[in-house]
């Protein structure tokens, strides 16, 4: 957890230089990344834990892990 403040702590001070020349504050994007990716943790969890869960979000959450598995033996 505190490599995650750090790299958005880093991406912020690297998005005040914009070195890159995007226009976007990369802070928010990874800061908004990290959260995305813990809301999906809780949510399996709760899901794991018994905790009834919508429809809607356990086929979101099914279609995005079918799209992110690895092949096998790779």
């Known amino acids: 957890k505190v490599l995650m403040l ?14 890159f020349h995007l226009g976007i504050d990369l802070g928010n994007v990874i800061a908004l990344g990290f959260v995305a990716n813990e809301l999906i943790s809780i949510i ?5 834990a018994g905790v009834p869960i919508p429809g809607p979000l356990v086929e979101a959450l099914a279609r995005f892990k079918a ?5 096998e033996g790779k």
Do not use: T
């Open 67 to 71: 799209q992110n598995k690895k092949p």
């Open 44 to 48: 399996e969890n709760c899901a794991w």
């Open 6 to 19: 750090l790299l958005v702590v880093a991406a912020h001070i690297l998005s005040d230089q914009d070195p």
